[in-house]
């Protein structure tokens, strides 16, 4: 099979899409075969002069068609500059968003051609891809050739008329050359050649009205997913790898959440560290934590405790949340840590300002304090409903407290005493007044208590269905720290 | 001399370069939308240090002298002067206007368009000869070929000709180092105080932060189209003229002009600039290419406009405002 491979020395591909603005920051990737032949006509016209039109036809119905393409994994980038708007004013500048596909230099782009050469058509391709100095704008440095290429080359982008290959997903729109039988059928003028046609510049086109080159045949190619923008986490240098399970932060903002809004605060929390983690992992929807997501590959929830806790927390016991720890069973790998750090701010809904976010601590453990008998700071509500048969109501919540005690590693606390509100605070608040429940989720019955544990536990801890949210969360008794 | 590098279509360059102290460089940007990083699929991320467009004023700056213009070494290149009078009594050439011979101080020079076009066979509705043109525009501004040209003033615009020779800076494995300071006034921290002629909010302490990099290679690529020069099939002397000339602003660039910004100070590394295309060829050394220039520069005096150095004068108004017109 011919074939086409170019590569890009300078690592840079810069290509306007047809019909984008320049300062769209789009940019061409594949590189399409519309634009490599109007390279190739610039070739010929010249570097080649002498080359009658009967010469270079062949090359046409040789690249004429949908191509497949076998592409290396690349990024798209751009680069921002000023430049003169020609205004009196010299300050005043536009900026210009210069977008390009950043590949390795020594990364080949393949292009299988379905049609045979006639004749010497194929030296003269190739002479005329050698000469071939850039394709795009003047810095996209090119080298190309044909090639003879093997027939069982997996290609990773494929019109779609061929069938999408597994797994394939991401589409684009190609610009191709419309072979020249089907150039016939349209209702152009006879003085209007195929040739000419694909030479047609956009002066020519705007004065006849045209909205596009009419040989030129946009078609649908279906990318193998992974093959653009999807990036692979730099790994460190020096090989150092922190163990960490804890992030402690302080919150600062005119109005700092209320502790009612504990569920919603760490429910956005985790959104955002989400929205970060996955920025940092290049938007990899197969990189996602588990350990922030709280989820498994198939969206079930995970059930051992070992994905993050989100505690918001109000230290200064005013009813404003003013710390928040995220800790996690096993340490945070490097690019959970890294979104952790970049975790600077989240907004508030009702016009409130955004509360800002200190990181103040990374740390190995995430047990700050030890105490023997812990209060409830938010709602403690049930995993499980009750029904009858199953004891009274308050000993059915002790059992549940003593279950989930278990769960979490707990010593059994030797005695639990059920109270109507908040103990902690500057002035109590009842656990029906809390947010008990997710957005949208119907809200839980919420239900409070001290616990007694024989030795000192650590903590913070939470108990209890939403407890990675914040629910449930127990602090020590003020006075018997 | 360059007979084993100008069988290939492109001659490509490189060389690693590094700051000439310490680890730190500053490179291009502007100040509210910061440096050219980018990120490759790999994670590698890199730092355009400086951009084609920027490589191309410092090529072109090589070979000019103090006061703008060719520098001694080189004389009997082609080129044009023009003096301005009128609102401006400057005077300007091809080398240093943004767009050569497409200046409008040099283009609507009526003696001189008509030359230029007559000589390269160049009228609207006509197909273009781009031997022609190329023999026109090294006879008037040898340069041009080098760097590129269009002449969007002269008739219908449709004479582009690429850059000859482009190449730009990036970096590798790149990392920010953020530090500031502050300006003190040691007279008046508030900014209250001020000179009786001078009310400008330049008092004053002003705390200020600057981001500068390090990378774990900086390298320079040039890429020299020897296609496109053979093209113009313009002889071999002037061909190896242009090629020797691109090869020597090359050189030079390396010599005297790796002080690209105040605190982007380079150096060459061990090993100097390295032909990667074709491989095996060598480049000469600066002084060896520069006698090789000259000879080429005489071998091609007949090529050149007679004298080189085409003068022009060109009269200019100044353009007054709406307001200041009424």
Redesign the interface.
């Known amino acids: 099979m011919l074939g086409i491979e170019l590569s890009f020395p300078a690592g840079r591909y810069h290509a306007n899409p047809w019909g984008r603005n320049v300062n769209e920051g789009e940019v061409e990737w594949p590189p399409s075969p519309y634009r490599l032949i109007r390279a190739l006509i610039d070739v010929w016209k010249r570097r080649r002069p002498d080359w009658s039109i009967g010469r270079f036809q062949p090359i046409l119905h040789i690249l004429s068609g949908t191509p497949c393409y076998r592409l290396p994994e690349a990024a798209t980038a751009h680069i921002r500059t000023f430049q003169s708007s020609n205004k009196k004013d010299p300050a005043a500048k536009q900026l210009i968003f210069d977008a390009f596909v950043a590949v390795k230099k020594t990364d080949r782009i393949l292009l299988g051609l379905k049609n045979d050469p006639d004749g010497s058509a194929a030296e003269d391709l190739d002479d005329l891809l050698s000469e071939l100095n850039f394709l795009g704008r003047s810095e996209s440095w090119v080298k190309s050739k044909l090639v003879e290429l093997p027939d069982d080359i997996d290609w990773n982008c494929r019109p779609v008329e061929n069938g999408a290959a597994a797994g394939v997903t991401d589409q684009s729109q190609v610009a191709c050359l419309m072979p020249e039988t089907a150039f016939k059928d349209l209702p152009l003028p006879d003085t209007c050649s195929w040739l000419d046609a694909v030479c047609t510049n956009t002066r020519d086109l705007l004065s006849k009205g045209w909205n596009q080159p009419p040989a030129i045949q946009w078609s649908t190619y279906e990318m193998k997913p992974g093959l653009l923008n999807h990036f692979k986490p730099k790994q460190r240098r020096s090989g150092y790898q922190p163990v960490a399970r804890c992030a402690r932060y302080a919150l600062s903002s005119p109005v700092l959440p209320h502790v009612k809004e504990t569920i919603s605060f760490a429910e956005r929390i985790r959104k955002h560290v989400m929205g970060i983690h996955r920025n940092v992992q290049g938007g990899d929807p197969g990189l996602i934590s588990r350990r922030f997501s709280g989820k498994d590959d198939s969206a079930a929830p995970l059930q051992d405790h070992g994905h993050a806790f989100f505690l918001p927390l109000d230290e200064d016991n005013d009813n404003r949340i003013d710390h928040l720890l995220i800790k996690v069973k096993n340490p945070f790998e490097e690019s959970e840590l890294l979104a952790l750090d970049r975790l600077r701010s989240v907004w508030q809904s009702g016009g409130k300002p955004d509360v800002e976010l200190i990181l103040t601590e990374i740390s190995e453990s995430a047990d700050f304090t030890r105490a023997k008998t812990w209060v409830s700071a938010t709602p403690f509500v049930t995993a499980r409903h009750y029904r009858k048969g199953r004891g009274s109501y308050e000993q059915w919540l002790t059992n549940e407290i003593m279950r989930e005690c278990e769960f979490h590693n707990l010593p059994q606390p030797v005695n639990v005493n059920w109270i109507q509100w908040t103990l902690t605070g500057s002035h109590p608040v009842r656990w029906m007044q809390f947010m008990r429940g997710k957005k949208g989720e119907r809200p839980f019955r919420g239900h409070g208590c001290i616990l007694n544990f024989d030795t000192p536990v650590a903590g913070p801890f939470a108990l209890g269905a939403r407890c990675h949210f914040g629910l449930g969360m127990f602090q020590p008794m003020p006075d018997a720290v | 001399m360059l007979d084993q590098m100008k069988t290939n279509?492109?001659l490509?360059l490189e060389a690693e370069l590094a700051p000439i102290q310490g680890d730190r460089f500053q490179p291009t940007g502007?100040p509210d939308?910061?440096p050219?990083t980018?990120?490759?699929?790999?994670?590698?991320?890199?730092l355009?240090v400086e951009?084609?467009q920027s490589m191309a004023n410092r090529l072109e700056a090589v070979i000019l002298g103090p006061d703008n213009d060719l520098i001694p070494e080189l004389q009997g290149l082609s080129y044009v002067k023009a003096q301005l009078s009128g609102a401006s009594d400057a005077e300007t050439n091809t080398l240093i206007e943004a767009h050569r011979l497409n200046s409008p101080y040099i283009i609507t020079d009526e003696k001189f368009k008509e030359a230029f076009q007559s000589e390269a066979d160049y009228y609207k509705g006509k197909p273009?000869?781009?031997?022609k043109i190329a023999k026109t525009v090294f006879k008037y501004d040898v340069n041009a070929l080098l760097h590129?040209l269009f002449l969007a003033n002269l008739e219908d615009g449709r004479v582009k000709i690429?850059?000859a020779l482009?190449g730009?800076v990036?970096a590798s494995d790149v990392g920010e180092v953020v530090s500031g300071g502050v300006k003190n006034n040691p007279i008046d921290p508030t900014g209250k105080i001020r000179a009786q002629k001078h009310d400008k909010d330049v008092y004053g302490n002003v705390p200020y932060q600057r981001v500068e990099f390090t990378a774990g290679q900086i390298i320079a690529?040039f890429?020299l189209?020897l296609?496109?020069i053979k093209?113009y099939e313009l002889g071999d002397e002037a061909t190896d003229l242009l090629i020797a000339l691109g090869l020597y602003k090359i050189q030079k660039f390396f010599h005297d002009g790796l002080r690209l910004r105040t605190a982007c100070d380079l150096r060459l590394k061990n090993g100097g600039v390295k032909i990667s295309?074709p491989s095996g060829a060598t480049i000469p050394a600066t002084e060896k290419l520069l006698r090789f220039v000259q000879d080429k520069i005489n071998a091609c005096s007949s090529m050149f406009a007679n004298p080189p150095v085409t003068h022009i004068d060109t009269a200019t108004v100044a353009k007054l405002?709406k307001k200041e017109g009424e």
């Open positions: 279509q492109r490509l502007f939308i910061g050219a980018y990120q490759l699929a790999d994670g590698t991320r890199k355009l951009s084609a273009l000869d781009w031997r590129g690429p850059r482009s730009f990036e690529h890429n189209d296609g496109l093209s295309e405002d």
